[in-house]
């Protein structure tokens, strides 16, 4: 679930980051006017509430709370030209997975003080992981003992035991790609059920790993050993299509396949054929290339694929605590704060970036070191002039912890979430300042 924003305080940026005072705001930072900060200083009561737009189906909880402090209009299926009329006249959009947000949308976002692509900021509410999980491990005991189909023909009048004989998960090996936050959350409950779990994630630490019983294997190991292969990686260019003709002919006769991650990181057409050819005994799929699927998705039809619509995050409960969440940001946001949930605060303007750039090349050794193995720690050693002793080194850490993790992940690094967002990862940023009596060897 995410919210887009206008800022609302955006020249005092420089206070909320810390930045060197003397550095002067930049010119993107000065033309994005501080539509809600306006808003609150409008005369006449009634009309200067903010406006919400919710353009997807949001939690109860969430609504009421909006509805405490905005206008809410909820309008749900709108095309992206209704979308983008909308947006053009309220000051925050809360969203789900089935709407894009792209650059028109943006661009069209003007708010009630009427200025069109005056500037908006992100937030995202991720569900909790376990409820993805859960969703994975329902779609392959459903899967595996022909749940859906075997329900669809009693409905239709028959018995048919004989039609619909399962296959035991007890002693099967189930092959993660993807050992994160959902994908972990799969291989703990897989556990209990008695398979045998192995995972292949590069950045993956292994310790983790082995801390709930799960060996780390090659993608190759893990396709060629599984009889169950869950998908829980982000879609990214190294992502796509990972399990494609090649993928599929290395895997063992008859493994099945779960997919809650993201359609694109298999090949839609390439599974077909594994499905017709035997290869791929069954797949069960929660997500889809396109959304929703066109009707005649081959996928979506064959008889040996359960098919969800991407319901991985929708239980009560968590629908409840992401519309929550997502209304105290954006309520937050409508205060004045920053909640550490954006995803497109800025993250270093130009001219800091111009004062920081020899420590900007920390970013890109971050990526070299990182190679194919999860770092853990990261030790920062800066040596700066004394009279610069107090530099902030928030926007550094960031930069690091961005290197670190947006390559292999779709979560965005930002100044506001950074520190959050290693923690959470379980990366330890030390630093350590060297301080000289003159200039900066940079100098
Ligand atoms: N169906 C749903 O409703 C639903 C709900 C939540 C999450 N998701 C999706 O599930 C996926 C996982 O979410 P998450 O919260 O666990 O993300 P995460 O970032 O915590 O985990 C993703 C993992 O994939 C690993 N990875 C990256 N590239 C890889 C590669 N080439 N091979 C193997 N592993 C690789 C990363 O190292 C990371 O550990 C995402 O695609 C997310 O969008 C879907
Ligand atoms: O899959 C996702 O990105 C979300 O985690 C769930 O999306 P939803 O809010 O549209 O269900």
Known sequence: MAATFAPADPLPLSRRLLLPSRLPATPLLRHRRPRLVAMAAEPGGENSKPRVLVAEKLGRGGVDLL???????????????????????????????????????????????????????????????????????????????????????????????????????????????????????????????????????????????????????????????????????????????????????KMKKGVRIINVARGGVLDEEALVKALDSGVVAQAALDVFTKEPPSADNKLVLHEKVTATPHLGASTVEAQEEVAIEIAEAVLGALKGELASTSVNAPMVPAEVLSELTPFVLGRLVVQLVAGGSGVKSVKVTYTIAITRGDLDTRLLRAMITKGLIEPISDVHVNIVNADFTAKQRGIRITEERILLDGHSPFD
């Open 67 to 249: 509805k405490g402090l905005a206008d809410v209009d909820c309008a749900y299926n709108l095309s992206p030209e209704e979308l983008r009329a909308k947006i053009g006249l309220c000051d925050a959009l809360i969203v789900r997975s089935g709407t894009k947000v792209d650059r028109d949308v943006f661009e069209a976002s003007g708010g009630s003080s009427g200025a069109p692509g005056s500037g908006s900021t992100m937030w995202t509410s991720p569900p909790p992981p376990n409820m993805a999980a859960e969703h994975g491990i329902a779609l392959l005991t459903a899967m595996a003992r022909n749940i859906a189909r075997s329900d669809a023909s009693m409905k239709s009048g028959k018995w048919e035991r004989n039609k619909y004989v399962g296959v035991s998960l007890v002693g099967k090996t189930l092959a993660i790609l993807g050992f994160g936050k959902v994908g972990s959350e799969v291989a703990r409950r897989a556990k209990g059920l008695g398979l045998h779990v192995i995972a292949h994630d590069p950045y993956a630490a292994a310790d983790r790993a082995h801390a709930i019983g799960v060996d780390l294997v090659t993608f190759d190991e893990a396709i060629a050993r599984a009889d169950f292969i869950s998908l829980h990686m982000p879609l990214t260019p190294s992502t796509s299509k990972i399990l494609n003709d090649e993928a599929f002919a």
